[in-house]
């Protein structure tokens, strides 16, 4: 059984200046009519020049949310496929486009990033349109799924809200078996990856996803504000001042 916790707080910088948390997640279990346990996890940081890009965040992952799990109860798991992906960020892309013209505001102003990742009982599917990663974990092989995309300026990435989002939209689906993931937005990436390497930094995930293997499901929730905490803490607000958010899910037996 999966084993789930979430986190995004705000960063030091947004404090400082009286700004709200720009990041917005999404993770949990999905039970379907097949009986079966599918893992969706999302991840969204909106663009801090964007003036709604907070609200673009949430909208990106309330509406991807709302698109899978309509998708994984119309199709069998094994169905998967990248075109599934692309109604997905159409989807996204669609709500935000519709508020923007509902608030007299541009897409650009609710600009974000989305990464993602649906994990079936025999297939996994992964997408990502920005910076942030997703490390996932097949036995004790663990890599990074996408390297952080910067777009094609330095200090830049790419946003779900450009007219050629679905050009810049990273998919990879896998049979393997994954039994450990973790998504995370921009704050963390130079916490949570190598950069010589171009490999997951493991001490930054091992103690958390030790502590999480040994727990039951139903006692995860009340972890989810040990990892803000942790988040927030003196020792990772330290080395970022951005927002960050965390997703962290583990099936495996310690």
């Not at 990436?189 to 390497?197: G, N, Y």
């Not at 942790?230 to 960050?244: A, H, P, V």
Request: one cysteine or more; proline letters at 3%; a negative charge.
């Amino acid at each position: 059984m999966w084993k789930v916790i979430r986190a995004s707080v705000v960063g030091t910088s947004h404090v400082d200046s009286n700004l709200p948390c720009q990041d917005d997640c999404y993770a949990d279990v999905m039970r379907i009519t097949d009986g079966l346990d599918y893992l969706i996890c999302l991840v969204s940081d909106g663009a801090g020049s964007a003036k709604e890009g907070g609200k673009g965040a949430e909208l990106a992952c309330v509406t991807a949310r709302t698109s899978i799990e309509a998708t994984l109860g119309n199709l069998s798991s094994s169905s998967l496929d990248e075109t599934h992906v692309e109604e997905w960020i159409k989807d996204s892309r669609r709500a935000i486009y519709e508020t923007a013209d509902a608030n007299a505001l541009t897409a650009r102003d609710y600009a974000c990033t989305l990464l993602g990742a649906v994990v079936s009982p025999n297939k996994t599917v992964f997408f990502q349109i920005g910076d942030g990663a997703i490390v996932a974990s097949s036995g004790y092989a663990q890599g990074v799924v996408f390297w952080p995309d910067s777009g094609q300026y330095a200090n830049m990435t790419n946003f779900v809200t450009e007219e050629d989002a679905l050009a810049n939209l990273h998919i990879s689906v896998t049979s393997a078996r994954i039994d450990e993931i973790a998504l995370f937005s921009d704050g963390l990436q130079r916490l949570a990856l190598s950069f010589e390497q171009r490999t997951p930094h493991i001490p930054f995930f091992e103690p958390m996803l030790n502590v999480l293997r040994r727990q039951k499901p139903v006692e995860c929730e009340a972890l989810d504000e040990q990892l803000a905490r942790f988040l927030n803490s003196s020792q990772i607000n330290g080395r970022t001042d951005d927002d960050k958010t965390l997703v962290l899910a583990t099936r495996r037996v310690p």
